[in-house]
């Protein structure tokens, strides 16, 4: 979350790691409040109906005492303050509410929905890392050519829309030659489209981040004393460069999870999967409050979560420190 | 009639009935036409249901899950006269304020519970209270009073006026019959596993992925409209949530799925040339899609410039283009599988620019500016339309062709593309001057709703009203209100007669197509059929053979 | 949508993807830029028709002579579309990184120079914001503001903004602590005049790399709200909405998506290439 490089390196050495984890749960919770209350008020200050919009659609005839009651049940009737600091007293006790559209507990949607969404992004951010890892390590520095070639294929891939991108293999591998089911239905064939869609444009600048400081690392002293002892140029580049060169990459995986949530609205939509993607998307439409805001609040956690874990892993993998431990 | 075009699988189901009702056994009838008892269907719908209760809320997708696995109190035929079902039979008051139903005594629900007459009682009761919040079952039945029970299986049911549709909307899957002991449990988990009586049972909804049915074993109350008695062929019946078309589309032509519903028009002209499909098409009763013509301000409060801006649009042209030729204009405010539709008000919805002009010319708007369009006054002959993100890319097409042809006769069309909720806030304060809309139902009182007096106030929060022409006349609501108290037939069809007359010749509406049930179905399916009432698929007659 | 943030983020480690490809690349990105906006000025001179002229006759062509790109649905140009919608995605993408900027540069300034507790409070801020992935932070003021070219950029440039002002805070603080300041700050010259003189400059001038590559990801960012159906309209001929109605005709007719999707590509690598160009310009002026 905070200056990858820079600040969670000074943190971690003068700190003990205890105080970095509560102070970090600690700004989370402020985030967390933080983020129901901007969505809150962009939710209710919209104009629009949200009770006629969940009453049986466009072609519907409540009467007017059904209406009222809805209005009732979902506390529409009160002043906004009184809403905002009702539904705030509930989410700090830890009720999300129900939703408006779905007659379903918002964690009970949440519970349902998070499993393909986390799936969906576990396996990007995965088949990014490896996607790049194999694009630095097979072109960076090795000679101009393919260097060129590596980047620019990087550069391409980091450029491409991930709906479009999600369109384009839909139309040629499902719809054309059908090798993939059109529909990703929990099977690991119809996981492959969304599973790309996602990630090659991540792998693209994943692989540009990366590439750079494995370059950089290339040059360093302890690369050429390694090749002096004789290591072979497979294993300097594996064991020496990548560890160092992962580095800025990992620190960006945190902000790459949360941004991957957001955009698998899209890539969900696309390939009609189930997911927190499409409920936020139709929550947002009919002005689903507490699903929207339940939601946001989930898509919020994972992030602080995530950015929580590669700090600590960071900790695992830089050399500088782990020498330090050891 | 035209439009109403059932296509090779429906054909060949009622053949196959036929065979298997009389030749059953006698090794006449071809494997592939007599039904294979087991296995799965799986059935692609474009629309998840938000409950699978009917009676809440109440939006299409609901009415065709509870088709599956709930029961009416009468059934419909295909000529819209009413049958029996749940109810042997019935008797009318003479006031038409008190029906009796005579109940079958051999009907129990899936989860074991008794159906008799409190059940009926329980269900109309959950219907009309409001935290049901039951927009389209309980509008259909504002009328209802009470239910007696005076004995296990006769219902008296008594309605504050007399409502001949009554029959009529209780044979919709709206009001299909559930447990009364699942009603009680609450609305939220009701919605989640409803107990019906039907050929189906609800055992698992997976949201935003597929609902699965699995067959009813004890079923043998099918209504006199279906082609078998006894249980349901299928196994199982997987209900698949795939909301992209293209997507929804390839799984069908790829054999994913067996059924899918809303088949993309452009790959409808495919689909029929593809030997692996049939199509199983037809329209929905009630009036048919349209956009209403608001005569609350200017310039619709003009007739003439209504019935120019109804010339001025080429809708057949627009519909050959945008549907790939294969979407008939709708025939008048009925759509024809309506009861009571009468076909003789089309020609007041034909496309002729020279009258449009004329009409145009006579109201004052002779003058053309720069670009074409008539000015009078200093202002510029604009129609703002609104258009919700739930219509549609095809519909919005079809409004530009029709922009392009009415900006022919100088009409400038403005189109508005907007939110759900903010149409509905637009619509709230009459702020349009032409809004999309449809109403589906099986009864010719749909005209009362859409365009009666009674409907012109806010039936909901934020001004909301069925009546989005903003019509009120005298003359039309005592002919709608006439044909409620009158439940002889003869009667009903004069009086409605009337009504049409009235709404053609006062161009209200500009009618686009009639609403339709459109079903891509792949060869490894057999004996889906459409119900009359809505025509919303019943797989009940299916088999799957693969 | 890749990675709007990408720089913002990896700014704050003081280092960016270094340039690797040949000049040729930068020279025809630039070619392509200025195609680009030509075009936008003077649509007319590339486009062959009017973009919104229906011709339902003509529905569906595939790509040939007459129209390079085939037609849509209502027998409209692609070609002619796809240049109009230069316009209008140009706009759309500096539109956006200004809206970015304006939000951005108060934020990060005055966080990095006014003091503690405004160091703490905005950083904190920042933090809340970047924290909301972009997507749901743009969807949910599109959904606010309701359609159109103008919400549309409003709601990328908020959503886009927290990413900037990131960026931006943390270069004023390492700007404000490096030596040269300290210097200045020694020889008596005036805190404004510091900060006018010194740290201003100094500040902006990665500025000029952010907006050149910010603007090809604001582009993506729109067209995917358009896509959903939350941006422009349709028919406007905006690539973003051009993809989102082509797409149920994608396996009937494929050029109503690839060629609007082409050029958002086309459009977001342009400035990327362009982007770390001048990059290189700039370091190598500065060190």
Known sequence: MSAPAGRSLQINRLWPLGWLICRRLLSGALVLLASATVTFFALRLTPGDPVRAVLGGPTANPTPETVARAIAEFGLDRPLPVQYLLHIGRLLRGDLGTSFSQHQQVSAVIAEQIGPTLWLTGSAVAVAWLLSTLSVLATARRGWALSAVGSAAETMAAALPQFWLGLVLLAVFAFGLRWFPPQSDGGFLGMVLPTLALAVPLAGFLAQVTRESFELALDQPFILSARMRGLGEGAVRWRHGLRHAALPGISLSAWAIGSLIGNAVLVEVIFSRPGLGRVLYQAVSVQDMPLTIGVTLVVTLVYVVASLAVDLLYILVDPRLKAKRT | ?546 | MTIPLSTSTFAQSRRLPKVSLPPVGASLAMLFLIVLIAASIWPDLFATSNPLKIAPRLAFRPPGLGHPFGTDQSGRDIYSRVIYGAGQSLLLGVGAVAVSMALAIPLGLIGGLGGRLAERFIGWVLDVLFSFPTLILALLFAAHLGGGIGPLIVATGVGNAPGYGRMIFGQTLSVRRAGYIEAARMLGHSPLRIIWRQILPNVMRPLIVMVTMGIGQAIVWSSALSFLGLGAQPPAAEWGTMLAMGRDFVSRAWWLTVFPGLFIVLTTLSTTVVGRYLQRCLEGRTS
Not at chain 2, 98 to 113: A, I, Q, S, W
Not at chain 2, 295 to 304: E, H, L, N, Y
Not at chain 2, 497 to 517: E, G, R
Not at chain 2, 532 to 544: G, I, K, M, T
Request: charged share 25%; aromatic share 10%.
């Open chain 2, 1 to 546: 009639m035209s439009s109403f075009i059932e296509r090779r699988a429906t054909t060949a189901a009622a053949l196959i009935a036929l065979l298997a009702a009389g030749l059953a056994g006698t090794g006449v009838a071809r494997a592939e036409d007599v039904p294979a008892k087991g296995g799965t269907l799986i059935y692609a719908t474009d629309r998840e249901p938000t409950c699978l209760d009917p009676h809440v809320d109440g939006d299409m997708p609901q009415v065709f899950v509870a088709q599956q696995y709930t029961d009416s109190l009468v059934s419909q035929d295909k000529d819209g006269r009413i049958g029996p079902w749940l109810a042997k039979d019935w008797t009318i008051s003479d006031d038409g304020k008190v029906y009796t139903f005579h109940l079958r005594d051999d009907v129990t629900f899936t989860n074991g519970e008794k159906f008799n007459a409190a059940a009926v009682k329980a269900n109309l009761d959950h219907i009309i209270n409001p935290a049901t919040q039951s927009s389209t079952a309980g509008g259909y039945i504002q009328q209802y009073l009470k239910t007696e029970t005076p004995d296990e299986h006769t219902a008296v049911v008594y309605l504050k006026k007399p409502y001949a549709a009554f029959l009529e909307v209780l044979a919709q899957g709206f009001l299909g019959i559930e447990a009364p002991s699942a009603l009680a449990r609450g609305r939220d988990e009701n919605c989640q596993s409803p107990v019906g009586s039907g050929p189906f049972k609800v055992v698992k909804w997976d949201r935003k992925s597929e609902i699965v049915f699995e067959r009813n074993p004890d079923y043998k109350w099918a209504p006199p409209t279906a082609k078998h008695q006894g249980p349901a062929y299928l196994d199982r019946l997987v209900w698949k949530i795939i909301p992209e078309p293209s997507v929804r589309f390839a799984s069908l032509a790829g054999g994913n799925v067996d059924v899918i519903e809303s088949i993309p028009p452009e790959a409808e002209e495919g689909a029929a040339k593809d030997g692996n499909l049939t199509l199983l098409i037809k329209d929905r009763p009630g009036n048919p899609t349209n956009s209403a013509l608001n005569t609350r301000r200017a310039p619709f409060d003009d007739i003439r410039v209504r019935e120019a801006f109804v010339r001025s649009a080429d809708i057949q042209g627009a519909l050959d283009s945008v549907f790939f030729g294969r979407y008939q204009r709708a025939p008048g405010p009925l759509s024809a599988v309506t009861p009571f539709a009468s076909p003789d008000f089309q020609a007041h919805y034909d496309y002729d620019p020279d009258r449009a002009n004329k009409l145009l010319d006579e109201a004052g708007w002779s003058e053309r500016n720069a670009n074409g369009y008539r000015i009078k006054d200093g202002k510029t002959l604009t129609v703002e339309v609104l258009i919700g993100d739930f219509q549609g890319p095809a519909e919005r097409s079809l409004w530009e062709q029709i922009q392009a042809t009415a900006a022919e006769t100088g009409f400038e069309v403005k189109l508005q593309n907007l939110g759900f909720s903010e149409w509905l806030d637009r619509m709230g304060k009459w702020q349009y001057d032409a809004v999309g809309e449809y109403w589906n139902t099986n009864t010719a009182d749909v005209l009362r709703i859409v365009f009666s007096s009674e409907f012109l106030g806010a039936a909901g929060s934020g001004g909301y009203h069925q009546n989005a022409t903003g019509f009120s006349n005298p003359a039309f609501d005592e002919v709608v209100n006439k044909a409620l108290e009158t439940t002889e037939e003869g009667k009903r069809r004069a009086l409605y007669l009337d009504a049409q007359k009235i709404i053609a010749s006062n161009y209200l509406q500009v009618l686009t197509f009639p609403q339709s049930t459109r079903l891509g179905i792949y060869k490894t399916a057999q004996g889906v059929r459409l119900e009359p009432s809505l025509s919303v698929p019943v797989l009940y007659d299916a088999w799957v053979r693969k």
